[in-house]
């Protein structure tokens, strides 16, 4: 599973930082002026998986592969960017293929660093771009509803319930609720997403602060955090900054790094963490001796369903999943032990995959 994020906010707030940091590269410049990114950076990051290194010790496996990530950092986007103004409306069809956008705010004061609002008001600038968003997904739908309202006259359901879609998205806009606010049935869920809406996608609040405030927050991210909670959006607490200089050391000297500070892990893992929670997402394994893998799949899935993650033949001709749970398999040292231990399972197409679950599928094509 691709799972893409979008890294969006104001300009200046430290997106291209934190995006720097989260790839561990250069490929987004990081400037103190507005619209320094003119083209969305796409960093594909690892997801931190600890339970990944001690599955694979076990096993002797000789490569280890983990589940990835997509940041994309789209331009900064201003006040009016829906109708042209700055560089903002030329990306924001970047953000539209995205899984869930991560609205990131400026929780520092710093006046070295300009704000192109004059102002530091993490609130207002959740407002502007959410409001710009929210006019680009007006205009698109408002555009088709008279080519969809003649097909639906005809008769042609697709359109029809596309049609009652798009009418759901914007009373919604139009009272100055994200789409997201709508109320989708399952049934609907699939035509839903095909609206490709900026604003039903899910949203974390990422609350950019300074050195100091990196393990408890401040009073600037405390306002966001009371946005998130009445918006059922996630929020991460991270300084940018300290991300970056994270991402210079060694392997070996981050955790003593981290404890300085009063940091148990990285911003990196955390906000994977909160972008996995936000779309109910979770991990199984594949181990052997050749490689240990992590893979991403939905809470909920089915064991044929991530079996289709490995390939869509596993899927088509599924026949049973060895499976052992993760803390089986560590305490009994390994498949053998495990299955010595009557640990093993053999599980079938209904069953329902938990995380951490190591499995090995029997299939027929």
């Not at 940091?21 to 987004?28: H, I, P, R």
């Not at 006046?111 to 530091?120: L, M, N, S």
């Not at 095909?194 to 405390?222: F, H, I, K």
């Amino acid at each position: 599973m691709a799972l893409k994020v979008a890294i969006v906010g104001l300009p200046n707030v430290g997106k291209s930082t934190l995006f720097n940091a989260l790839t561990q590269t250069a490929a987004a410049q990081a400037a103190n002026y507005p619209f320094c990114t003119i083209e969305p950076n796409v960093g594909d990051v690892a997801v931190p998986e600890p339970r990944l290194e001690k599955l694979a010790a076990i096993a002797g496996s000789k490569e280890i592969i983990p589940a990835r990530i997509n940041f994309v950092d789209v331009a900064g986007l201003v006040r009016g960017a829906s109708k042209g103004e700055g560089l903002g409306n030329q990306f924001l069809a970047n953000i539209r293929d995205c899984d869930a956008v991560a609205f990131v705010t400026r929780c520092f004061v710093d006046g070295d660093i300009t704000h192109v609002e004059g102002r530091i008001d993490p609130l207002a600038d959740l407002e502007i771009i959410e409001t710009e968003l929210m006019l680009a997904d007006m205009e698109s739908l408002e555009k088709r509803v008279p080519n969809l309202e003649k097909r639906a006259k005809t008769g042609d359901k697709e359109s029809a319930t596309t049609l009652r879609l798009v009418n759901l998205a914007l009373e919604q806009l139009r009272e100055g609720r994200p789409a997201r606010a709508a109320a989708v049935s399952k049934d609907d869920e699939k035509a839903w997403r095909m609206l490709q809406l900026l604003t039903s996608l899910p949203a974390l609040y990422v609350a950019n602060v300074d050195e100091e405030s990196a393990a408890g927050g401040n009073e600037l991210s405390a306002t966001v955090g009371e946005r998130a909670a009445r918006d059922n959006a996630k929020l991460v607490v991270i300084s940018a900054k300290i991300e970056s200089e994270i991402a210079m050391l060694e392997t070996g000297e981050r955790a003593e790094f981290l404890e300085t500070l009063g940091l148990e892990e990285p911003g990196l893992n955390r906000l994977i963490d909160e972008a996995y929670a936000l779309l109910g997402l979770q991990t199984y394994f594949t181990v052997g001796p050749k490689e240990a893998r992590a893979w991403t799949i939905h809470v909920g899935d089915t064991a044929p369903r991530a079996a289709g993650e490995i390939h869509t033949d596993f899927e088509r001709g599924f026949i049973s999943a060895e499976t052992i749970a993760y803390d089986d398999y560590i305490q009994f040292k390994g498949e053998t032990g495990a299955a010595e231990a009557g640990k093993m399972r053999k599980e079938g197409k209904s069953y329902v995959v938990k995380d951490g679950d190591v499995m090995h599928f029997r299939f027929n094509v």
